[in-house]
């Protein structure tokens, strides 16, 4: 349910023996998105207290800038770490549907900011669903990246309208990308990589970005390699299939329209 209350980040008990174990924190591997659990969230992006995330980049308990990436069903936060070593002046934040394992990373970050003083200040995790409620927590043109990994394929044709990519939800995501933003998805089916390829091809909002672009593009081969998913499918020794896309400008948006 909406709130204007600034009250929505997940509610953790601390780990008794000081260390995280994942088995503590067992979850469904999947949820559904179109169900509606009892979520509390932000009317609007003015309502979100981002202090409560991040402390040490806000002022008076407001937040001094933007979050810059977006890391969509984040899981155990693989990829949100690396993003926040490896960008170190940018803010990332994870979004997870799966309350246990919103905790679970949670946990992980605040073990690290007090392992590491002064660091992994600029990475956070929320529990939401993202698919009805991003625009509730960040404005138009505000995220320079948002990242897909590894998502539910939903194989089943009638749940193929729960999959995080598809024509409505990609409307929502070019609103809170930046003109020039990039959305990167990847996965180890092929069926979906198929279906996510169809749907960005043809949303005008978006356009490929050249695979050279790509290789040269450090987020793009972090999505590879950064998260515990991407680590499970090289072990496995499973494909996997990734594509980035930009956020098209206003003013291309309306001269592919003529």
Known sequence: HASSSRHFVVEVEDDEAGSLRKRKFRSRAHANPLADPQFEYPVSPDCVDWSVLYPSLCKDGEMTRDVD???VGCGFGGLLIKLGESYPEKVSVGIEIREKVASYVDQRIKALRTENPGSYQNVAVIRTNAMKCITN??????????FFCFPDPHFKAKNHRRRIVNRN????????????GILYCITDVKELHDWHMTFLNAHPMFERIPEEEEKADGCFQMMFQGSEEAAKVSRNEGSKFGASFRRVTTEEYLAKQQ
């Open 69 to 71: 990436f977006a890391d």
């Open 137 to 146: 927590f960040f404005r138009g043109a505000s995220l320079s990246k948002i």
């Open 169 to 180: 939800s990609l409307a929502e995501f070019a609103f809170v990308l930046k003109p020039g």
